[in-house]
């Protein structure tokens, strides 16, 4: 699933369509994992391309008419541009075309994307953006406000970081890279975790996600760059997917937690 590093590339890599002005929409599938709604063509047809932003792992895509094309990527989704001579593929759902002859496509095979269209005044009204905590890697997050609302959680860690109503856009994959870098068991239940060791994640967080952005983000089953660009990150993975591995003294262990796979090196993530 595209986390925070994969959606922030994306939206990077998006910048060959500022300031283009849509000529045409066409729709191959009228429901992802919401219905598109039926609007969408109407008010997409000649505007332009104003803005391109992240909020958390959601694609804002503003536009010169004051609505927000908004596009999260599931579990595989990814965007793809093409030059002129597109010939739809299966799974393309979605796609835009510019009077530059530029073509962006949502392709998804699994279908668990969404697409909507908002007027941007009302974007922070949407209940899938009033549910999300503070993005990952916003100045504001700080040791003493995970605290405070971790300070009486019988939830591991690990669990606590992927909940995007507390702090948004980290996935399963970097929560492993982060709690192994700030040497954090994911077992560590949030009341246990005492505030110098909440620093020292989020120093992680940080370290990990700008690193992964540095990198195009991981490429481990569906994920690429809107080129069609693979993702490089994974060949830095200390411990994600790497059971069995040697590490100094310890061996990358691997376990479930809540129904998703932890990596993690008991010996060396002792919250120490």
Known sequence: MPELPEVETTVKALSVILNQKISYVKIHTSKLRFKIPNNIINILRNSKISNLRRIAKFIIIDLDIDYSLVIHLGMSGRLKTVNKNYKRIKHDHFVLYFLSK???????????????????NELQKQKYIMSLGIDALSPNLTA??????????????????????????????????????SKISPLTLGKDLEISLIMKLINSIRK?????????????????????????????????????????????????????????????????
Do not use: W
């Open 208 to 272: 990990i996600l700008k690193k992964a952005i540095k990198y195009g983000g991981s490429s481990i089953r569906d994920y690429r760059s809107i080129d069609g660009t693979l993702g490089n990150f994974q060949s830095n993975f200390k411990v994600y997917n790497k059971e069995g591995k040697i590490i100094g003294k310890d061996v990358v262990k691997k376990i479930v937690q809540y129904g998703r796979s932890t990596f993690y090196c008991p010996k060396i993530q002792n919250n120490k």
């Open 144 to 181: 003493q406000m995970i605290f405070e609302k971790i300070s009486k959680s019988e939830v591991p860690i690990k669990q606590i970081l992927l909940n995007q109503k507390l702090i948004a856009g980290i996935g399963n994959i970097y929560a492993s890279e982060i709690l192994f870098d």
């Open 102 to 120: 530029k073509i962006l496509i949502y392709h998804d095979p699994r279908k668990f994307g969404f697409i909507d269209i908002v007027k941007t």
